[in-house]
C-alpha cells in the first residue's frame, strides 16, 4: 500500500527534454517492498482520455511503450530510491499532457498498458510542449 508523488513537468520548446519522476513512501504495512511493484506512466492531454504512454514489470526485466513515444521515451526506476522516471527526449507538442505516475502490486503482464488495472496514481505533473 504506497502512496506516490510525481515531480519534474514543465515548459520546453520542441525537440527539447524533461525527466519526470515519482517517488513512493510506504503507507501501511510492514511488508511493502517497492520491487515487487509493476510501474508506468499515464498522460491526459486537454480535452482527451488518459492514454498509456509507457511501464515496466516489477521484475524490471520488460519495458513497453506506446507506439507514439517509441523511441523517445524510457521508463527506469531505482528500486533503492523507491523511485520511477520517465526520460522524455525530442519532445512534441502532441506530448502536451498532464503525466500520471502507476503502480500496482498485482497487475499480470498483459494488462500493463490498462490503466484502469493500476491501483495506486500519482497526482501528475504538467508537461507543455511548444513548437
Known amino acids: 500500500h504506497v502512496q506516490l508523488q510525481a515531480s519534474g513537468g514543465g515548459l520546453v520548446q520542441a525537440p527539447g527534454s524533461l525527466s519526470l519522476s515519482c517517488a513512493a513512501y510506504?503507507?501501511?504495512?510492514?511488508?511493502?517492498?517497492?520491487?515487487?511493484?509493476?510501474v508506468a506512466w499515464f498522460r491526459q492531454a486537454p480535452g482527451q482520455v488518459r492514454d498509456f504512454v509507457a511501464a515496466m514489470s516489477r521484475s524490471g526485466g520488460r519495458t513497453y511503450y506506446a507506439d507514439s513515444v517509441k523511441g523517445r521515451f524510457s521508463i527506469s526506476r531505482d528500486n533503492a530510491q523507491n523511485t520511477v522516471y520517465l526520460q522524455m527526449n525530442d519532445l512534441k507538442p502532441e506530448d502536451t499532457a498532464v503525466y500520471y505516475c502507476?503502480?500496482?502490486?498485482?497487475?499480470?503482464?498483459?494488462?500493463?498498458?490498462?490503466?484502469?488495472?493500476?491501483?495506486?496514481w500519482g497526482q501528475g505533473t504538467l508537461v507543455t510542449v511548444s513548437s
Open positions: 502507476a503502480a500496482d502490486d498485482g497487475i499480470i503482464t498483459s494488462s500493463l498498458r490498462s490503466g484502469q488495472m493500476y491501483d495506486h
Open positions: 510506504r503507507r501501511t504495512f510492514a511488508g511493502y517492498t517497492f520491487s515487487r511493484y509493476a
